[in-house]
């Protein structure tokens, strides 16, 4: 039962950050939104999974001359 309840953990966590890649995040009034931003891609994912902890590293990679702010 218990490694069911990781799996699925992992499986819910992968999902939601494949939908935050390559986006821009801001907080509104309604809270958190999120915008797919074509001038930002995602270079590289680095995702640790233990008993213990969960860890994700990215490397994006800004697609034009200027600051994305």
């Known amino acids: 039962m218990k490694r069911f309840k990781f799996s699925l953990l992992a ?3 992968s999902s939601i950050t494949v939908h935050a890649n390559d ?4 907080v509104g009034v309604g809270g958190a939104w999120y915008i797919k931003n074509l001038n930002i891609a995602m270079k590289s994912e680095d995702l640790y999974i233990s008993k ?6 990215y490397e994006f990679k800004n697609l034009t001359n200027k600051p994305i702010c």
């Open 23 to 26: 986006s821009t995040g801001y």
């Open 11 to 13: 499986l819910l966590l």
């Open 52 to 57: 213990d902890i969960i860890k994700v590293a």
